[in-house]
């Protein structure tokens, strides 16, 4: 048997075992480590059962286990026949290289947004006015100006966010890809970086929250510079909106039950294999148990140990109430603004209006078909790579 570059490393009494081109990645018992080894050896499944069953006292069926890593892509060859594997996942910007990047899992680094931020906050505590509001937003009296650079701009921020994640997680040999992801209502954009789990805690950490620096960096930089600009000039407005721009996006981390980013770094400080899947698993354990299903299954979180079990729990509780306050707040909030400003601009377009009025009406018309047909698109297409998606491992962060 031949089997793919793989990677493995230690987690618990388990290990995390995968590869990094095809980014699926599994869970094994030391057992079944001890067979990969022998395997890769060389030695016959015959004498590799034998020699588990030699070291450990138990009878180990390694023929299922081979047909398993078979199945996963993870066997290139078996007795000189190529196996078909899955293809090599892209990525994104295969120039950049882990040595162009490798300060960035410099121990010291984090301290640079965490000095910013500290500047920024101190000049708030003595200039409490500079204080950004959400009218700052509004920072022209023309809708398409409000929609457009808002949308640069913080696009452009959630990329920087992005490429953070891919730039921290190239620094650690994982390839990474950055594509377009839904949560919920939200269209994101989100950063694959299935493999970081086989880095040590703290490069995973890094890369689960270099994100979260970037934001914290510009607008600490961009409220440094607000206190140096005169209130009421067009660059004074831009620059306190800037400040929100990169700010606000924070909050949606925080919104663990979407797994973003402090989502991956809850899972990983809990040790959960699978926070997300486990607590989804358990929270509709409990509602067949509400309604009462005579086909309700056995509680699916008993066959966690007992912390993940505590973690699970937990999480499930955040999980259902996040989801339904997230859309409730959709719903009540977001939808009769989209529809006011929608009928606006619907209303400027078919009643008397000046030509900048008419183009503003239709541009921010245009804006809103675009976000919302990119946010379906890419739902259906997540729709279909789950259904076609393999078992195993991945981490995606927006």
Known sequence: MVPHELGTRADGAEWIVGRRDTRVFVSLPADGVLALRLLERGETVAATQARLLEATGDELDVAAFVRDLAALGFIAAVDGERLPSPPARPATFPRLRARHVRFLLHPALPWLPAA?????????????E???SHHDLLWSSYGVLVVASGLLVGWSIVLLHEVAHLAVARAAHVPGRVGFGTRLQFLVMQTDISGIELAPRRHRLTAYLAGIGVNLTVASVAFLLLASTAPGTTVHRL?????????LPITFQLMVFMRTDLY???QDLTGCR??????????????????????AAEDPSRRLPSAEQRAVRIYSAFLVAGTVLCLAGFAAFTVPAEVRLIA?????????????????????????VTIHTIWFVTWRRQRRARRASVKGRSSAHA
């Open 130 to 132: 500079l204080m950004p």
């Open 274 to 295: 699978d926070l997300y899947g486990d607590g989804r698993a358990y929270a509709r354990y409990l509602a067949r148990r509400v309604a009462r299903r005579a086909n």
């Open 264 to 266: 991956f770094v809850l």
């Open 344 to 368: 606006r601009a619907w209303s400027q377009l078919g009643g008397p209006a000046s030509p900048l009025e008419a183009a503003d009406a239709a541009l921010t018309l245009a804006a809103f």
């Open 116 to 128: 910013l931020v500290l500047a920024a906050l101190a000049v708030l505590a003595t200039r409490p």
């Open 239 to 247: 620059l306190a909106a800037l400040v929100l721009w990169a700010a």
